[in-house]
């Protein structure tokens, strides 16, 4: 037996994995990973794989990154963790203010998880109306095909029926508006809901620019600018989810900056989590306004937000996530981007130009299409030629996306392209 064998063996008998039907991997092995270096994972025989999925979504600038390994050796010896109810440190208070300047909002509020965030935001705003004396406003709008985590709340503001349909009568029933295809008709039908509903209505959650798990769907920032007037209108939150949008994935900082050049998209707000520690330790983080703070600061307790979790703010993630802002700040990481981004286009062309390609897509450092004849397992067969070349891509239905950690060179980057042109080439039927 391979070292390889032998690891998925004691996984399989062992692990119960996260978003997959075990039994399948009684026909499709595991993907045992010994160590990470730069964009590459290395199995247990030493064959190599091309992270072109930034670990789902959260590595932005390289495994085994000397940079915020040497922040979190460094944390280690000072504090790994304490309880932040009632005690502090200045991990945690560097990272909120920091987030504060960066994104307009402040009060960070955090959580290890994306999920738990959007629970945060969630019962944030509703707590909010109902301090506010209003408490008939307790239901949430999410867009068609939005996706805010797998927590029972989150689930009830997500659209994606693999992961929802199961669940459905543990889940609060709440309100779903179109997706912003087609921005004037997306807009008029938030405009009449909100105008109808307003009074039961708490927030509008979204993922700015781009829907990830419904296939890296791209959408128009003049529906987030607009969506944000109306709920400034109609006395609505809006809840900017940007766990896997944020920290330069769509090309500013913050997706939601796009809505226009004065920040006029500021959400109630924002969640953040995924690439906040460049992919090192789970973190989540929930920023919100003022106004908001001010609902619950209070001599009532019960006023408060007396939401918890053990690791709240751990010292060793804020580190992380403070390695991680500095990267970009000395980096200038979003301007290299950029110009990266554009060379990364010519090198996808061939892609684009490709008769099996249809719905071709860039967002920021996202990459994206659609296989133009899909079938049932078009993800599974994809995914296990992708294996073979040593390309780590996990399609989503016929869509693929290349969502590489920022730090892949354009040799990299070529072998993504070339390798999804001859595995597509290479499907069945072609
Ligand atoms: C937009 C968005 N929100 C929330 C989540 C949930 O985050 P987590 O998986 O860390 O709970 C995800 C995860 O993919 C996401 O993409």
New binding site residues.
């Given amino acids: 037996m391979s070292d390889n064998a032998a690891i998925v063996a004691r996984s399989l008998a062992s692990v119960w994995h996260p978003c997959t039907q075990m039994k399948h991997h009684e026909r499709w092995p595991l993907l045992p990973i010994a160590r990470a270096e730069g964009a590459w994972l290395y199995d247990f025989d030493g064959k190599r794989y091309l992270d072109g999925v930034s670990s789902?979504?959260v590595n932005l600038f390289g495994h085994a990154n000397p940079r915020i390994q040497a922040a979190l050796a460094d944390q280690l010896t000072k504090l790994e963790h304490i309880m932040l109810a009632g005690a502090t440190h200045q991990p945690v208070i560097e990272l909120s203010e920091r987030l504060g300047k960066l994104t307009g909002l402040g009060h960070a509020f955090y959580a290890s998880?994306?999920?738990?965030?959007?629970e945060i935001a969630l019962k944030m705003s509703f707590h909010y109306w109902r301090n506010r004396g209003r408490p008939e406003k307790c239901r949430f709008v999410g867009l068609e095909g939005g996706?805010?985590?797998?927590?029972i709340g989150?689930l009830g503001v997500t659209d994606v029926a693999i992961f929802r349909d199961a669940y459905g009568p543990l889940l609060t029933p709440q309100i779903r508006v179109a997706f912003p295809g087609d921005v004037d008709a997306a807009i008029a039908e938030l405009a009449a809901l909100l105008k109808e509903r307003h009074h039961e209505i708490a927030a509008l959650i979204v993922?700015p620019l781009v829907q990830?798990?419904a296939g890296m769907r791209m959408y128009s920032p003049l529906y987030l600018k607009m969506a944000r007037t109306l709920c400034t209108q109609f006395e609505v939150h809006l809840i900017a989810?940007e766990?896997?949008?944020g920290f330069g994935r769509t090309g500013t900082l913050f997706a939601s900056e796009q809505a226009d050049g004065a920040g006029n998209a500021r959400a109630d707000f924002m969640?953040l989590?995924?690439g906040i520690t460049g992919g090192y330790l789970?973190l989540?983080c929930v920023l919100t306004t003022d106004e908001v703070y001010g609902a619950f600061y209070d001599d009532d307790t019960a006023r408060g937000f007396l939401h918890s979790h053990s690791y709240t703010g751990s010292a060793l993630a804020c580190r992380a996530a403070l390695a991680t802002l500095d990267i970009f700040e000395s980096d200038d990481v979003i301007a290299a981007n950029a110009v990266k981004a554009l060379r990364f286009d010519a090198i996808a062309a061939p892609l684009r130009q490709h008769p099996l390609v249809s719905n071709y897509r860039r967002c920021g450092m996202i990459w994206a299409f659609d296989y133009a004849k899909p079938y049932a397992g078009f993800a599974r067969d994809f995914f296990l030629a992708a294996e073979l070349r040593g390309l780590l891509l996990r399609p989503i239905g016929a869509s693929v996306y290349f969502m590489p950690p920022y730090i892949v060179n354009e040799e990299e980057f070529a072998l993504l392209v070339n390798g999804s042109l001859q595995i597509l080439e290479g499907l069945p039927g072609q």
């Fill in positions: 789902w979504w998880d994306g999920a738990s965030a959007v996706y805010h985590g797998e927590t989150a993922e990830g798990a989810d766990i896997m949008t969640c989590s995924k789970p989540s």
